[in-house]
């Protein structure tokens, strides 16, 4: 039987007899989509998932977890949420407008009290029934042919679980996978794409700090080996960890690999937009910057020298491409009061693929 053949067999969920395989995980993209950051790296990882099966001894298989299990990912991924949840946030709005403009019914009072309650019983196990629960109702609508007939994968030894999308907040697939280390010796590999929230928490908010600290000290003790998206991450880690006496109880293996620049979504018809005449308009020498506004980009410092060569009658423009990201309210306000907004300064908060390239041919310096 061919490599993708085989392929196919396991596509739909376990199989009897298979050869060893490499899960990726793809559970937070699948659900919530998403364009920058680990998103675009877990796209396009799941993507070219099959191109690189091609070429190695062993099947690889992007998975999502239901609550309960995980399933096969049939399909590749974009940047779009789950139409399931696409659709909740609808009939959620609905919902909220219908009780705003029409009388307190019993149904909307049960509402509030369960909400109510659900607030009050914060307890980690009811909280994380809670979440499978709902995970599972997502998932089952989302695949409902492959959960209603049992096609979960089954691990075996030998096999390993890559954990490159986020999974902070992830608890109940941390448990299974815990689980699956210790009865059919499964490895299982996070991710690392940085430790800011651990070596630069200034910078980050706290909901961050809280997940990220808590999903790291659990997973890097049990880690079989680490994948990390530059050599530079990596020595970050080795660093932290030397420094961290007890973290881990055995050498940990680190393997770096170089992360891609491709425009993947640059050919989705539904994506593709024209270049703005301002974009190409712009005068002079063109900076780029890249990147969500957060504190770690110092938008603010690019900005003082923007204005310092401005001061200075310097023929040059700035291009900011970025969506607003967190304690960033000062600068998103300074780029929106800015005298030179519109003529020599632009900031793209929602960017194409289509637009970034566009973006890219036209500076002539990107600045980071």
């Known amino acids: 039987m061919s490599v993708r053949a085989r392929r196919k067999k396991l596509q739909w969920g376990c199989v009897a007899m298979r050869e060893q395989c490499i899960f990726i995980d793809a559970t937070s993209t699948f659900l919530y989509g998403g364009n920058s950051g680990i998103q675009r790296v877990t796209r396009n990882i799941v993507n070219h998932s099959p191109a690189v099966a091609a070429h190695i001894p062993c099947l690889i298989q992007p998975i999502v977890w239901t609550g309960f299990g995980f399933i096969g990912l049939p399909g590749s991924l974009d940047d779009q949420s789950s139409a399931v949840l696409r659709f909740l946030p609808w009939r959620a709005r609905r919902r909220r407008s219908h009780e705003r403009v029409g009388r307190r019914s019993a149904a909307s009072l049960a509402t509030r009290v369960a909400q109510r309650i659900c607030r009050i019983a914060y307890w980690r196990h009811i909280q994380q029934s809670y979440e499978r629960i709902a995970l599972f109702i997502v998932c ?64 980050c908010e706290e909901e961050t700090i809280r997940c990220y600290s808590w999903w790291f000290y659990r997973v890097i003790p049990k880690a079989d080996f680490v994948v990390t998206n530059s050599k530079a991450t990596q020595r970050s880690l080795e660093a932290f960890i030397a ?17 891609g620049a491709e425009l993947d979504l640059i050919r989705s018809p539904q994506r593709r937009s024209t270049s703005p005449v301002e974009l190409m308009n712009l005068p002079g020498v063109v900076l780029l910057s890249i990147g969500t506004i957060e504190p770690r980009k110092n938008i603010p410092y690019i900005l003082d020298a923007f204005d ?41 908060s929602n960017a194409s693929d289509s637009l970034l390239s566009s973006a890219i041919e036209r500076a002539d310096c990107l600045v980071t």
């Not at 096609?151 to 697939?173: A, G, P, Q, Y």
Request: net charge positive.
């Open 140 to 203: 089952f609508l989302s695949f409902p042919r492959l959960i209603a007939s049992g096609r979960f994968i089954s691990f075996r030894e030998s096999d390993v679980v890559l954990l490159i999308d986020s999974t902070w907040n992830s608890t109940s697939m941390l448990d299974a996978l815990a689980g699956a280390q210790k009865r059919f010796s499964v490895c299982v590999a996070p991710m690392i794409h940085d430790l800011f929230p651990l070596t630069l928490p200034q910078t």
């Open 243 to 259: 420094a961290s006496p007890g973290l881990r109880l055995r050498p940990l293996a680190i393997v770096p690999f170089r992360l």
């Open 308 to 348: 310092h060569l401005r001061r200075r009658g310097a023929d040059v423009s700035l291009v900011i491409v970025g969506r607003q990201g967190w304690k960033c309210d000062a600068v998103v306000n300074r780029i929106s009061t800015h005298p030179e907004l519109g003529v020599r300064l632009l900031h793209y």
